[in-house]
């Protein structure tokens, strides 16, 4: 057994390659001293030549070290396991080659996801390049690993597609809801209103400002800060059932009744499977649940924006206009609004083409 206690506390005492390692874990609870002794034994493992570190060493120091302090901590985590199943860590990290991710991803590709279809692009370059790119970093810029493999990560990173442009229309939206549970509907209003991403939405009631109108959200995708500002009308409906689900001992505005008369919280989860079934019963196949509704917030506050790009991307949090701009999409009916002969040109008066096909030469 290498923890033993000694007193109140428990001691580790280990061998590896011949050495011997042991000392007080300073830990009065096994578990505890048990995750001690783990990382002695890494320490003892990365402590020969940085020539020969494997993979699997690596990325445990970079857990330790970095990763697991990171708030996208359950994410990496879940990662990891992708590329142990699909890569594999026992090799040695100078024997990693381009083709090794090349094919590790291929593999990803083939797997399905827990929804029936493949993962995207996007999700498997998160759990593969975007998870062994910095281990090697880490292997050559802390552990010192002088024959770190020089990999090409054009070839490994898969490209995202670009946002497909999705705004509903208003019969589309009175489909969704006639097929959406009632007690839904207000959470629905709030995506396409305030365009949160799906986890957003559920905010702590602590999160909920009602005296200054607002909604802080953090921990948000790269890790920053938002603050939405509400409507009067949202802000006195958020009052009331804030108010209710402090009475309810619930940490949500999102509820519904039960037939008890008692309130159970609504999860993202619940609200992702019933909008997916509405969706279908709708008829509606050319729409993703809920992520476009971010798109049809975005385009709806562009057009009452005036075409002002700067509000709607405080609306949405981006740190970049740039990234605001693929929301800026353009619609039939957008473009019909600019022709001569449109309704919000009551004159009809002709273009500078108009005017110049009406001259005559000479």
């Given at each position: 057994?290498?923890?033993?206690k000694?007193?109140?506390?428990y001691?580790?005492?280990?061998q590896?390659?011949?050495?011997r390692?042991?000392?007080?874990?300073g830990?009065?609870?096994?578990?505890?001293?048990?995750?001690?002794?783990?990382?002695?034994?890494?320490?003892?493992?990365?402590?020969?030549?940085?020539?020969?570190?494997?993979?699997r060493?690596?990325?445990?120091?970079?857990?330790?070290?970095?990763?697991?302090?990171?708030?996208?901590?359950?994410n990496?985590?879940?990662?990891?396991?992708?590329?142990?199943?699909?890569?594999?860590f026992?090799?040695?990290?100078r024997?990693?080659?381009?083709?090794?991710?090349?094919?590790?991803?291929?593999?990803?590709?083939e797997?399905?996801?827990?929804?029936?279809?493949?993962p995207?692009?996007?999700?498997?370059?998160?759990?593969?390049?975007?998870?062994?790119?910095p281990?090697?970093?880490?292997?050559?810029?802390?552990l010192?690993?002088?024959?770190?493999?020089?990999?090409?990560?054009?070839?490994?990173?898969l490209?995202?597609?670009?946002?497909?442009?999705?705004?509903?229309?208003?019969?589309?939206?009175?489909?969704?809801?006639?097929h959406?549970?009632?007690?839904?509907?207000a959470?629905l209003?709030?995506?396409?209103?305030?365009?949160?991403?799906?986890?957003?939405?559920?905010?702590?009631l602590?999160?909920?400002?009602?005296?200054?109108?607002?909604?802080?959200?953090?921990?948000?995708?790269?890790?920053?800060?938002?603050?939405?500002?509400l409507?009067?009308?949202?802000?006195?409906?958020?009052?009331?059932?804030?108010?209710?689900?402090?009475?309810?001992d619930?940490?949500?505005?999102?509820?519904?009744?039960?037939?008890?008369?008692?309130?159970?919280?609504?999860?993202?989860?619940?609200?992702?499977?019933?909008?997916?079934?509405?969706?279908?019963?709708?008829?509606?196949?050319?729409?993703?649940?809920?992520?476009?509704f971010?798109?049809?917030?975005?385009?709806?506050?562009?057009?009452?924006?005036?075409?002002?790009?700067?509000?709607?991307?405080?609306?949405?949090?981006?740190?970049?206009?740039?990234?605001?701009?693929?929301?800026?999409?353009?619609?039939?009916?957008?473009?019909?609004?600019?022709?001569?002969?449109?309704?919000?040109?009551?004159?009809?008066?002709?273009?500078?083409?108009?005017k110049?096909k009406g001259?005559?030469?000479?």
């Amino acid at each position: 057994m290498s923890i033993f206690k000694r007193g109140a506390i428990y001691h580790y005492d280990f061998q590896y390659r011949g050495q011997r390692y042991r000392g007080s874990t300073g830990e009065t609870t096994k578990r505890a001293a048990q995750d001690v002794e783990d990382k002695e034994r890494r320490k003892a493992k990365l402590g020969r030549s940085t020539t020969h570190l494997t993979l699997r060493e690596a990325a445990l120091s970079w857990w330790d070290l970095h990763a697991q302090f990171l708030k996208s901590a359950a994410n990496v985590d879940e990662g990891l396991k992708v590329c142990d199943r699909v890569l594999g860590f026992d090799k040695q990290l100078r024997d990693l080659t381009t083709r090794d991710l090349v094919v590790a991803v291929a593999k990803r590709r083939e797997e399905v996801t827990q929804y029936g279809r493949p993962p995207s692009n996007a999700t498997i370059n998160r759990e593969i390049p975007y998870i062994i790119r910095p281990i090697l970093n880490h292997a050559v810029d802390v552990l010192g690993a002088k024959d770190a493999p020089s990999i090409s990560w054009k070839a490994v990173i898969l490209t995202k597609p670009k946002p497909k442009p999705r705004e509903y229309s208003a019969a589309e939206m009175n489909a969704l809801r006639d097929h959406l549970p009632a007690h839904l509907h207000a959470l629905l209003d709030f995506y396409t209103v305030y365009g949160c991403r799906w986890n957003e939405a559920f905010f702590p009631l602590s999160h909920l400002d009602i005296e200054g109108g607002r909604i802080a959200l953090r921990q948000r995708k790269g890790g920053d800060w938002h603050s939405i500002p509400l409507t009067e009308s949202d802000r006195r409906k958020f009052a009331a059932a804030k108010s209710r689900a402090e009475a309810a001992d619930l940490d949500t505005i999102w509820f519904r009744e039960t037939s008890t008369g008692a309130l159970a919280a609504i999860t993202p989860r619940s609200f992702q499977r019933a909008m997916l079934k509405a969706l279908k019963d709708a008829g509606i196949t050319d729409a993703r649940a809920v992520h476009d509704f971010r798109h049809h917030a975005a385009m709806q506050a562009m057009r009452r924006s005036g075409g002002r790009i700067a509000p709607v991307s405080k609306l949405l949090g981006h740190e970049s206009i740039q990234t605001t701009q693929i929301y800026a999409h353009a619609t039939e009916d957008d473009v019909r609004d600019i022709l001569p002969d449109s309704p919000q040109n009551p004159h009809n008066e002709p273009s500078e083409t108009d005017k110049y096909k009406g001259k005559t030469s000479g």
